[in-house]
């Protein structure tokens, strides 16, 4: 039986989440996530949420300034005034809404950690969970008021687009029909051999929304985050042991990098790509699978401040109050996606997107440590605030065949056979590309062929991701051509956006 809402949301990290809690003032809400509650690359957010809350030290010009230099030229310098203002009083609704972050004796009574490319400390944390404190707030608050039909497991596979408006979606156990549906299914890293995502994170919305004729933007812009643990088991089993954050705060806490002669080799807390492409480099010089990432901290101290790493990294043998962390760089965020306007409106009418699979020029060609789970709690309420123009209007019924069987929920086994296409990426369109690597990639993509759901969206993310890679001859933020290493300014201080209709 089809169901009905005004306002269909699809995804539950904190965009979709606070997306829900603003839409449920207005109208009758369902909220659909492929995994469990909690699924999600905000439950595994482990530095914290940036905020200007400290007006003694810090001020939202200090955060807007450090945020569009991050972004490398292509911020859309509006929605990053909305976020670093808006973002203060999300923060402050969180906050009162019950999350607890670390608290000191400072103005304004938190604990403010520092990430790289921030000139104030300004991160509130809770300990090295913060996503998991966030998502069980919001989480909690959602199922509180009761006024959001949660279906968990159920994944959105196909968006009802006729006329370039969108009716709603169909999922793998039913048709949902809305007023209005807001996407918020966070990013992509997921097609990378080596990334920090959950295994949700496969691009799902954007490539929906793209198969129904949205617009997509930035797509050539990915994070790809210094340091994640490099484990001996790793290349004999990569499929079976997920791959593991270590935060950025553990260098803003004073860690260092080593290569494996002792050396340091590179500012700690430089922007990603400097620090990750410096480690490439390290890592290629003495041949070596990783770097070592040393604490400069009391073992007391290093157990309280980051309990979730040290308890991790022993269970996989390595104790890092008496020993230094092997890490290497893996894909960790998405700055492209779904383009959208400031309050969330995609090019399809009626059609809304927040978070890691909006793309509203927040964080132009590099995203600033800290600021997505920002973006998603202030972008999932406007989304929702401005979805709810379209509750005056019907629901109307329009007919789509479709095989929603075919849709799987991401398991081992397709894991596995994602492995060709994530090995692809991870060679040929990672942290250094160039138009022969990138030209092989788009010969390799063309080949796959694949029948399950969430591996064609895989597929059609590699692609776009690859293309507009290939298209911007220059290098930018997170994007490094190797065959043109500088930024070009005159050519290209200018946006990709693709759409299936211009193709
Ligand atoms: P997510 O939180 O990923 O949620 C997406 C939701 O969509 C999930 O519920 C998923 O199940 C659902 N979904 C996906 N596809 C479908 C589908 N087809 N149908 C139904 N549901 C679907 N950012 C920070 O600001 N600070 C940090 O400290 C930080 N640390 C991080 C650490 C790690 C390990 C990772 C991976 C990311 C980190 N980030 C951090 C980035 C940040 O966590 C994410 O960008 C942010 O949480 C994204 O939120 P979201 O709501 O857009 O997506
Ligand atoms: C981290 O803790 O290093 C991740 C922070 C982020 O991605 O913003």
Redesign the pocket.
């Known amino acids: 039986m089809p169901r009905e809402c005004d306002i269909l949301i ?8 606070r997306a829900a809690l603003t839409a449920s003032k207005y109208g009758k809400v369902i909220l ?4 469990k ?1 909690g ?12 905020a200007a809350i400290d007006h003694i030290r810090d001020s939202t010009d200090f955060h807007f300034e450090d945020t569009i230099k991050a972004g490398a030229g292509l911020c859309n310098k509006e929605a990053v005034r909305i976020l670093v203002d808006e973002g203060v009083d999300r923060v402050k609704e969180l906050i009162e809404m019950g999350a607890q972050f670390d608290r000191a004796e400072t103005e304004g009574g938190f604990a403010l950690a520092l990430e790289g490319a921030h000139k104030q400390r300004r ?1 509130l ?1 809770a300990g090295d969970a ?2 998991a404190e966030i ?1 069980k707030t919001l989480g909690y608050n959602v199922i509180k008021e009761g006024l959001v039909e949660v279906h968990p497991l ?4 196909k968006l009802l687009v006729k006329d370039n408006r969108c009716f709603g979606a169909i ?1 793998t156990d039913e048709t949902y029909y809305s007023k209005a549906t807001i996407l ?4 992509v ?1 997921q097609i990378y051999l080596y ?4 295994e ?3 691009g ?2 954007i490539a ?1 929304a793209y198969e129904a004729g949205a617009e997509v933007a930035d797509m050539e812009f990915v994070q790809f ?1 210094p340091t994640t643990l490099v484990h001996s088991k790793e290349f004999e089993d990569i499929v079976a042991l997920p791959q ?2 270590i ?1 950025e ?1 553990v260098r803003g806490e004073g860690g260092i990098l080593l290569n494996n002669k002792g050396e340091r080799f590179v500012s700690e807390l430089a922007p990603r790509d400097i620090v990750s492409r410096a480690i490439v480099e390290e890592m290629e010089k003495t041949k070596s699978e990783h770097v070592f990432l040393k604490l400069e901290m009391k073992p007391e101290k290093i157990k309280k401040r980051f309990p979730v790493i040290y308890k991790t990294c022993l269970e996989r043998g390595l104790d890092i109050t008496q020993e230094m962390i092997p890490v290497a760089p893996g894909a ?2 998405f700055m492209g996606g779904i383009k959208t306007d400031v309050n969330g409106k995609t090019s399809i009418e009626n059609l809304f997107a ?5 793309s509203a020029g927040v964080h132009g060609a590099n995203r600033l ?8 709690l202030v972008f ?1 309420h406007r989304a929702a605030e401005s979805a709810k123009e379209c509750l005056s209007q019907k629901i109307q019924k329009i007919k789509e065949d479709f095989d929603a069987g075919t849709g799987k929920l991401g398991n081992k086994e397709l894991m596995r056979s994602s492995l060709a296409l994530k090995t692809i990426m991870w060679k040929n369109v990672g942290i250094v590309r160039s138009a022969e690597s990138l030209n092989d990639a788009l010969e390799k993509l063309e080949k796959q062929n694949v029948t399950d759901i ?1 591996l064609k ?1 895989m597929l059609c993310v590699s692609k776009l991701i690859t293309r507009a890679a290939f298209d911007r001859m220059e290098s930018r933020g997170a994007h490094f051509r190797s065959d043109y290493p500088k930024t070009d300014d005159t050519n290209w201080n200018k946006h990709l956006t693709y759409s299936k209709m211009a193709a």
């Open positions: 699809i995804g539950a990290g904190i965009a979709g989440l659909l996530t492929k995994g509650i699924e999600s690359a905000t439950e595994k957010a482990q530095g914290g949420i940036a991160i944390h913060t996503g998502e159920t994944m959105g596979v999922a918020a299914t966070g990013g890293c990334n920090t995502n959950p949700v994170a496969t799902d919305g929906m985050h593991f954050l935060s705060a960790h965020y927040a978070g890691e699979c909006a440590a800290s600021n997505s789970l920002l973006d998603g999932g969430e969206n």
